[in-house]
Nanobody, 123 residues
Framework: QVQLVESGGGSVQAGGSLRLSCASS????????TGWFRQAPGKDREFVAT????????TYADSVKGRFTISRENAKNTVYLQMNSLKPEDTGVYYC????????????????WGHGTQVTVSS
C-alpha cells in the first residue's frame, strides 16, 4: 500500500501562486507515475499533470501548460505542483495520485489517491 498526503492549498487572488506538495509513504518503490488531478464542484475529476519516477517527460493538461510545473524530490518521496498565474477556473480540490504503471493522466490508471487539498482562486 501507498499513502499520499497533500498540502499547500489555500485561497489566492487571480494571478497569484501556490505550491502543492504530495508526500508519499509505504511501498513507494512500486510507484512509476505520480500525478495531480482536480475536481471542481459538479464536475468530473480531471487530469492536471503527471511525472514519472525518473522525472523525464512530465505531461500537462492544455489548460495549465506554461503556468503549472510538476516536479519531484525522490529522496523525500515528495512531488510538487507549482501553480503560477492562477485563474478562477483553477478552483477545485486538488488530488495527488500514484500508479504502478506509466500514465499520461487517465484516472483509472492510478492506484492510490490522497484526500485532496482545496484551492480557491478569486477574481
Amino acid at each position: 500500500q501507498v499513502q499520499l498526503v497533500e498540502s499547500g492549498g489555500g485561497s489566492v487572488q487571480a494571478g497569484g501562486s501556490l505550491r502543492l506538495s504530495c508526500a508519499s509513504s509505504g511501498r513507494t518503490f512500486s510507484i512509476l507515475t505520480t500525478g495531480w488531478f482536480r475536481q471542481a464542484p459538479g464536475k468530473d475529476r480531471e487530469f492536471v499533470a503527471t511525472i514519472p519516477w525518473n522525472a523525464d517527460r512530465p505531461t500537462y493538461a492544455d489548460s495549465v501548460k506554461g503556468r503549472f510545473t510538476i516536479s519531484r524530490e525522490n529522496a523525500k518521496n515528495t512531488v510538487y505542483l507549482q501553480m503560477n498565474s492562477l485563474k478562477p477556473e483553477d478552483t477545485g480540490v486538488y488530488y495527488c495520485a500514484a500508479g504502478q504503471r506509466r500514465s499520461s493522466g487517465v484516472v483509472s490508471e492510478f492506484d492510490y489517491w490522497g484526500h485532496g487539498t482545496q484551492v480557491t482562486v478569486s477574481s
